[in-house]
């Protein structure tokens, strides 16, 4: 009787439409499919992410969608052949997107970017910059000295400099003014090629500045600016296919999200008002 009893019980809350409550290590429901937290954590770990490091609800929200969308990835590639079932998430995102063909980047496209986007390659005046950085004043007194007498800027650097780049004759690169800080800009850009600055000093030394080529402001020529608009062009595809297939797969599964097993406030995309 006692079983009798029980069969009822479960053929009244089925009739009542409620479905049995999980376990409480079961953190979500894709389909038939139970996903206990410990893969979660499991995820977590595989993408260097310490639990103990006191993440907000907000970041596990972003991290558990993140878990989960790779896992409808896993399923669907799985289901469509393209890659084993014990495959990773990524790596079925990867073939899903490769499934789904790749439209070519005409030389069109990459000009309209270009023409749309014109201010992304405009470049400011820069100067190619060396440094001499010393720690006290007597040694920059001396640097001083040395060119002064005509000794080249890069030799002395690489006897007195005290900073990283006195190896390469105390070289800096290519500035504009934005990359520099704004105590020193207007004085370097005021120097002419070939031309050394004054003793300047700083909080942390003294420094001795050198412009040996200024180069004025321009336009990237769509022929230099064509490769890295190809690949963001080529990032943005791959993204879009990324977003499709994510819609794709949200109509082909259902998921559940059980935010009573989770210990945080789950605030994600797959919330549910009755998990």
Do not use: W
């Amino acid at each position: 009787m006692r079983g009798a009893g029980a069969a009822l019980l479960l053929v009244a809350a089925a009739a009542c439409g409620r479905d049995p409550l999980p376990a409480p290590d079961v953190a979500a429901r894709i389909d038939d499919r139970q996903i206990p937290y410990a893969e979660f954590e499991g995820y977590l770990k595989r993408n260097s992410v310490e639990l103990e490091s006191a993440l907000g609800s907000d970041v596990l929200s972003r991290l558990f969608d993140q878990f989960l969308q790779e896992e409808l990835f896993r399923m669907m590639a799985v289901d469509r052949g393209l890659v084993p079932p014990e495959a990773g998430g990524r790596r079925a995102a990867a073939a899903l997107v490769a499934s789904a063909g790749e439209e070519a980047v005409d030389d069109e496209r990459v000009a309209l970017y270009y023409r749309a986007h014109r201010e992304e390659f405009e470049l400011p005046e820069r100067v190619r910059l060396r440094q001499i950085l010393v720690e006290d004043r007597d040694k920059a007194e001396s640097a001083r000295a040395r060119l002064a007498a005509g000794e080249p800027f890069a030799e002395v650097a690489r006897r007195l400099s005290e900073e990283p780049g006195a190896a390469r004759g105390g070289d800096q690169g290519v500035l504009s003014r934005d990359d520099l800080p704004p105590t020193f800009a207007d004085r370097i850009f005021a120097l002419a090629p070939g031309e050394s600055s004054e003793i300047i000093r700083a909080d942390y030394g003294y420094h001795i500045f050198q412009v040996s080529e200024r180069r004025p402001a321009e336009l990237v020529p769509l022929a230099e600016a064509e490769p890295e608009i190809r690949e963001r062009l080529a990032r943005e595809r791959s993204q879009s296919a990324v977003e499709e297939l994510a819609a794709q797969a949200l109509e082909r599964y259902d998921v559940e999200v059980y935010r009573r097993n989770l210990p945080f406030n789950y605030q994600g995309r797959y919330e549910s008002p009755s998990a």
